[in-house]
């Protein structure tokens, strides 16, 4: 074959298998995003029509790779939980980042105006990611309550500036000069005293960010028939058929591991949120 | 800091830096793009728009990226070529990796319609991608001769299968067993006596793939003031003013370098295109 | 500096961090071993004076490196457990590998003539190493229960190889021919019925190889001034003396964490072994 | 077998290849050379026994490993350069690097009686060691002129500084202070008038580092039978038989490649050390 006296350069293409046993974290983030936002007029603080629609291309990566257990995203960046037992693409790296980067790329682009009708892309936006390795369920609760800390401290911190810009007058300079040094206590108090704005009371989107779980459901069915006669809601996808292991062949009965992606924007810091969902972090 | 206690996780993100010295070749493919062509009727056997997309998008990457130096693509893949001393994201691999995917799948569902104007997507598609090091510039000149080489295999392969099938009737079936352990003159004796279809003079396109190149084009102006007297082509961009080194303030001479992305789909396996591109593979 | 121009070369010297949070299990294998054991007429089935030799190596290798916890060797390979949170040379590998390999060689050579006096060592042995990350508890068990049920794999096999050949008066070819296919029962009953031994009253060291453990012990003491009262055996090391966390100077007692490294040929597969050390496989 | 249930653990051992096309060079160093040297007496500033015995060790790892083409060493360090095309054990990094360093450390110990057989070995040496990919021609030279520049720049400070201390009376500390931002002329100039030292007249050696080299030595033989009627000396091995290439069979006309291991204390960072032996350098 023609091309068989250039097929050695293959050997330079090496295997990057991750670890296996632990816990994959894709975490995404938009590239050069606070142009982004001003060059297409992003509502400040938050953009609430943006976040929706990064929680779109979260469910779409989620939809489309079933590994994906949980994800929690905050402003441009996004961050996918696959479970322990993944063997996604044999677990290689380059294959697995990639794949996952481009089809919430993708998305974003291709929702874009289900979202910002009014405004059109004006350029391509892009993102970059990255796995990382965490080898037991304490350092992963720990990586989500990182991010869920960061969304919190980043948005009492942007909420006040931005306050401080479009309703108090001041330039940015002034605002960050005024944030300086300030504590969590006072910028609640300065929200409130001189804005009216109690805190506690924004929207959870904006305080907490966009949980995004799998959650399972289980149901008997009389059969393999049963499958097309209950016709599932659009949002529910069967990703298993498992047999109860009963070997008679008499019964027909089947459990119907079937999964809906469900969005909330709650507390995963502390134990609520996880005990409610062993299956997350189960192997 | 409320996050503090949590930030220990990013212990677990571990440095990726590529080699230094060597040669980075990304090369990005579309993931189930068979499916992608069906669902989008794409022309057999080749789409131009669709491969004028391709390349669209890629020179959105070089635009972006001035370390790329030479791209090729062909069918639903691109490879990138960067100088081998690149400096990007201080060679992080898992950052350039991702950008430059991210942005090529943005830009190829950004400007779909363009291409595809009656073909509305249906469903976001995306690419995968992975970076490999070349050490010498041998070998990557044998990358670019495998990609290449492939492209004509590919081609002559489908235009025969698919004439078979579009205009001779048969079966896909059928069409393969014809096909199979034909070598490459049999192929283009069946082409002509059948179909009359004299296999080189199809479009180079179709045969040669798509070759980005950079070219740089250097001229001398009169001092930084020149540079904005004379507009440069939208097509065209400065990436670097270098002083001509001479140490007189009195003469404003200046050597700038631009650069502009050339598209061809010439021959890449023997020496001609090489030797007149040397800045290609150099330091 | 004259040698400024040239030291960009360490630029190509890459990080080679391990993940945090998982075990280490350094494992040592002897390079050629067959043709030593042969040179230097090692007892057959098992020359206790050169398993011995390995303990002595590991338990220098113990000795030295604290964070090492566990060990476990068999015929001419060890395995050395590092603790999860192990941060030795900041977790660089080939630091870590090649050190450890390296003392262990050492120690090799340098003991030979104490435990092999009347057979010289004709030329210099070496060993290869590997590291590889266990991300969980289970796995570490698993990983020693691996490595002692071939231990009595190879045993009940070579035991019984050996005494077809050398009591048997059969040649090495005849003896892997009546070997072929037997399952561990039936060689139990030929070692009793043709040689009138009983595999289970065989040395534990030939059965179960060796296990080298690091034991705790703590003790209260008057201060750092009863640590050179109390000189230590020779066996036993100090490896950390904690505060007991009350700032109170008046007191002056401390808790000394001593370690001791106890060899046995015990089995570890069961739960016992781990249940009475919970310190192994502890944070 | 009893075994197989736990062999999932070989699961973890993850690939480590080293990129083709790049030469490998390994360094080995010395752990806590300081503390040897002092424990064993070694003279000051150079000990030439402990270099002949790094020497030897070098030159039994290139016996052992015959893609070894170079090998410099100084004080307690020595670096071993791989050709370019070695595909030693499949290039498996942990594999290489441990066998070697292996090696080395056991010839170390094994031949230190031959060199310091006064001064009885008193606890186990050990040593380091790593693998840095070279991808051209250039940075191996650098690389290889930045430890001679190294030896020069150390040797001449050494020289002084022990001259300062063992002839001139000083503490160290002096003698830090004295050396303190001088440079190399007036080093030079001080050991000279003050101690009658002429450095340009001590042993290479010392001044230089020990170069290894294995030399080719190509002869005409009469077939294969000449292989036993002419025994080599010891010093060489015969490394590779070629048949000349013409394939007729009335011709017994071999080439033999006879390679040997020399040593010299030359300049290697000009370029007639390498261009009389263009084979170590080459594909």
Not at 44 to 52: F, G, M, S, T, V
Not at 85 to 109: G, P, Q, W
């Amino acid at each position: 074959m023609a091309g068989s006296k250039f097929a050695y350069v293959r050997n330079f293409e090496l295997p990057d298998p991750l670890l296996p046993g632990t816990f994959m974290i894709l975490r995404i983030d938009g590239h050069a995003f606070h142009r982004l936002s001003e060059e297409h007029n992003f509502a400040k603080p938050n953009d609430e029509r943006a976040l929706q629609l990064m929680d779109h291309a979260a469910r779409d990566v989620m939809t489309e790779f079933k590994d994906i257990v949980l994800a929690f995203g905050e402003s441009d960046e996004y961050s996918f939980l696959f479970r322990k037992s993944s063997t996604l693409y044999n677990r290689r790296e380059a294959k697995i980042l990639t794949t996952v980067t481009s089809l919430f790329t993708s998305s974003y682009v291709f929702n874009w105006s289900k979202y910002l009708s009014d405004t059109p892309l004006k350029y391509c936006p892009s993102f970059d990611g990255r796995i990382v390795l965490y080898p037991s369920t304490t350092v992963v609760r720990d990586y989500f309550s990182w991010r869920q800390a960061d969304t919190h401290i980043n948005n009492l911190y942007n909420t006040l500036f931005w306050a401080l810009v479009l309703k108090g007058g001041q330039t940015t300079t002034q605002a960050h000069a005024v944030l300086r040094g300030t504590v969590s206590s006072q910028k609640h108090e300065m929200l409130f005293s001189r804005f009216g704005i109690n805190y506690n009371e924004l929207a959870a989107r904006f305080r907490k960010g966009s949980v995004l779980v799998r959650e399972e459901v289980s149901t008997e069915t009389e059969g393999v028939d049963g499958l097309e006669a209950t016709p599932l809601p659009v949002s529910e996808e069967v990703s298993e058929v498992v047999s109860s292991g009963a070997p008679r062949k008499a019964s027909k009965k089947k459990v119907r591991v079937r999964t809906t992606i469900e969005l909330c924007h709650c507390d995963i810091i502390g134990d609520e949120f996880w005990n409610a969902r062993p299956n997350i972090l189960a192997d």
